[in-house]
């Protein structure tokens, strides 16, 4: 094994304690409480759909208002655009070909160390609440105490699944977390109870340093939300540019659901920051606010994530951390969800364990020293039939089998390059500065043969330095271990 898990735990409470964040009396120095976490995760929402992206149709005040209180990043990247892969790599800093979750349904190897368990070794309290899928194919499934909380020290929810209006998950014993419905007036809605739940955590550890990791199911299918936000009607959808004739009305009609539980949201949001506000801790409080993934809804002629199109690639970030991020700022750096981990633990005085190989992006949006230079972003996914986008590629079929289209995406400032199935094989170029829509593919036009080789050669950079087999495919996360590889990981 590459590292002792137990000897970097120990160093890191260690480093925590001697990197104390200070704040200045006079001329001495007084120890400062360590900022608390509320990271907000939801489920297959694109950045273009806020009030501040450039949807034109869905209203998100509360997230608005969050983004003019701190920083608002455009050009932030799913590392892997599918649930399981994705949130593996917000939790370790790793790209899925690293840490072996490349699809659904795995269970994140016991070796990889997850952020959660940073913060609980610098003494936060550490809670988890909603959809997990990080622990192999249970529905909805239990996530029993131990490793496979991966730093957690309580837990309120389960493992997948999309059930939004009746009760679903269980409580940190195993027990049904619908006991904890206090609403019994109005219909069951899962994100109100699991916004409750975050309000309790936080309430009952404000003296303390916490950090509450909440993670909604919306707007993942099935796009019903509750009575009060389903508001459309699919004359009033605006659709992007990109939305070919032939899907239009089905692109409406979805749109008209995925926007409501969007506004849904919002609303939830909006009852967390009042929360902090209310309660003094928004001051010391570091807010993140996220997606696991995109929505192409017919953009492209495709549908729901797993594609490098932005509406599946490119997901919302705000963040805002009073006296430390900007305030009204919009950002163009390029952010990684690998590069989160870094990120957030730097911002709260941590040290990244060196497995991990995202960016600490703090400078760039920040007064804290030099800005990063970051000029391209590396992102991977693979589509098949059975799980699909709903483009024409995963319809196609191998007797037998799911044809399993594996794609290598390189972004930089301006454009963006995709390989297809093949290591020589370009499938898309765009001018992303251009052609914010992506609907001319340059990839064949002589005047682009420079930029092609300019990308290709950045593209097998990240490849060649990330260790990554592709045009093979990466190993598994189901064959990275086995019992006795975990035990000796937990020490």
């Not at 400062?32 to 034109?56: C, H, Y």
Request: aromatic letters at 10%; glycine letters at 8%.
């Amino acid at each position: 094994m590459p590292f002792n898990r137990r000897q970097f735990l120990q160093t890191t409470t260690a480093a925590a304690a001697a990197s104390t964040l200070t704040t200045s009396i006079g001329d001495a120095a007084a120890p400062a409480k360590p900022p608390n976490v509320l990271f907000v995760l939801t489920d297959q929402w694109r950045a273009s759909a806020m009030g501040i992206g450039s949807d034109e149709v869905v209203r998100t005040p509360n997230i608005d208002k969050l983004a003019r209180q701190g920083t608002q990043f455009t050009r932030a990247y799913a590392a892997n655009p599918v649930c399981t892969p994705n949130r593996s790599c917000i939790l370790t800093g790793r790209h899925s070909h690293q840490h072996g979750m490349i699809g659904n349904d795995l269970c994140l190897p016991p070796v990889e160390i997850c952020w959660p368990e940073l913060f609980q070794t610098a003494g936060y309290k550490t809670h988890y609440v909603g959809k997990w899928h990080i622990d192999g194919v249970d529905k909805p499934g239990f996530v029993p105490p131990g490793w496979r909380r991966r730093g957690f020290g309580s837990f309120e929810g389960f493992n997948r699944g999309h059930i939004y209006h009746r009760h679903w998950g269980f409580d940190n014993e195993g027990g049904a977390l619908e006991k904890k419905w206090k609403c019994e007036d109005r219909p069951y809605y899962e994100p109100t109870l699991q916004t409750d739940l975050a309000i309790d955590f936080m309430e009952h550890n404000k003296t303390n340093p916490f950090c509450c990791y909440l993670s909604w199911g919306p707007p993942h299918t099935p796009f019903n939300p509750p009575g009060n936000y389903d508001l459309y009607s699919p004359d009033q959808i605006k659709l992007r540019s990109n939305v070919p004739a032939e899907h239009r009305a089905a692109a409406r009609k979805q749109l008209t659901g995925y926007y409501g539980l969007c506004e849904s949201l919002d609303h939830e949001l909006g009852r967390l920051t009042q929360y902090l506000d209310k309660s003094g801790l928004t001051q010391n409080t570091l807010v993140i606010f996220t997606s696991d993934h995109g929505e192409l809804c017919g953009s492209h002629g495709k549908y729901r994530k797993g594609e490098p199109e932005d509406e599946s690639l490119n997901v919302p970030l705000v963040m805002r951390m009073p006296g430390t991020i900007n305030p009204s700022k919009v950002n163009s750096v390029l952010f990684n969800s690998v590069d989160l981990m870094p990120t957030m633990t730097s911002l709260c005085g941590l040290e990244d364990p060196t497995t991990c190989t995202g960016q600490n992006l703090v400078g760039a949006f920040t007064d804290s020293g030099k800005s990063p230079t970051v000029d391209s972003t590396y992102c991977q996914g693979k589509v098949n039939a059975s799980q699909g986008s709903g483009g024409a590629a995963a319809k196609k079929k191998k007797k037998g089998q799911a044809v399993v289209n594996t794609w290598r995406t390189v972004v930089t400032q301006q454009y963006k390059l995709t390989l297809r199935g093949d290591r020589d094989k370009v499938e898309h170029i765009f001018d992303l500065k251009n052609d914010p829509f992506e609907t001319e593919n340059l990839a064949t036009q002589p005047s682009t043969v420079k930029i092609r080789r300019e990308l290709l050669t950045e593209l097998y950079d990240w490849a060649k330095r990330t260790k990554d087999p592709f045009p093979k495919q990466p190993k598994s996360a189901a064959k990275m271990y086995s019992d006795e590889q975990a035990k000796a990981a937990r020490g």
